[in-house]
T-cell receptor, first 114, second 114 residues
């Protein structure tokens, strides 16, 4: 397996634009997580899915953020409209079963909103 | 409120010495605790998982302890090498079920000096 695949690797966008980040988890993994990493706040959990169902989205900062998982092999994180304070590295991770098994992370998407 | 604290942002150590990193948590009752390594520009990579009923876990030059009374985990790298220089993150899975995500500390940046 190629591991967790995220795209794009880098995204630069203007404030107010819509941004869509994509993730393909490892085949056979039941849990998928979206994290955001900044120097100030570290690695923050945004949302996680279990068997394609969102379980906890309490970490999503605002209504501008939304996430979907239409099937077991694809998830998106959308920001609309984007703001400069959304600039961060966004990671997708998957695991066999929640936090009780190791999580495999993608390479991340570095988002810059100008 | 729930907190995961890693003892220091940065730790410098001489090659060949043992590096000891600390992870303290409050208001959690984790069933599992994990340690990850993150290199610049990359996603975290799993190192070790320890369960609440395990006191100690080893893997090659790595050793993790888990004290649920002190609410603390220690992560040791023996005979440290410059290649061990990275950021190390501890992560907790909440107790109640497997369907819970990992939450991470901010990490400790380890530099091993030759």
């Amino acid at each position: 397996d190629a591991g967790v695949i995220q795209s794009p690797r880098h995204e630069v966008t203007e404030m107010g634009q819509e941004v869509t980040l994509r993730c393909k988890p490892i085949s056979g993994h039941n849990s998928l997580f979206w994290y955001r990493q900044t120097m100030m706040r570290g690695l923050e959990l945004l949302i996680y899915f279990n068997n394609n169902v969102p379980i906890d989205d309490s970490g999503m900062p605002e209504d501008r953020f939304s996430a979907k998982m239409p099937n077991a092999s694809f998830s998106t994180l959308k920001i609309q409209p984007s703001e400069p304070r959304d600039s961060a590295v966004y990671f997708c991770a998957s695991s066999v079963l929640g936090g009780n098994t190791e999580a495999f992370f993608g390479q991340g998407t570095r988002l810059t909103v100008v | 409120s729930q907190k995961i604290e890693q003892n220091s942002e940065a730790l410098n150590i001489q090659e060949g010495k043992t590096a000891t990193l600390t992870c303290n948590y409050t208001n959690y009752s984790p069933a599992y605790l994990q340690w990850y390594r993150q290199d610049p520009g990359r996603g975290p990579v799993f190192l070790l998982l320890i369960r609440e009923n395990e006191k100690e876990k080893r893997k090659e030059r790595l050793k993790v302890t888990f004290d649920t009374t002190l609410k603390q985990s220690l992560f040791h790298i023996t005979a440290s090498q410059p290649a061990d220089s990275a950021t190390y993150l501890c992560a907790l899975a909440r107790r109640n079920s497997g369907n819970t995500p990992l939450v991470f500390g901010k990490g400790t940046r380890l530099s091993v000096i030759a």
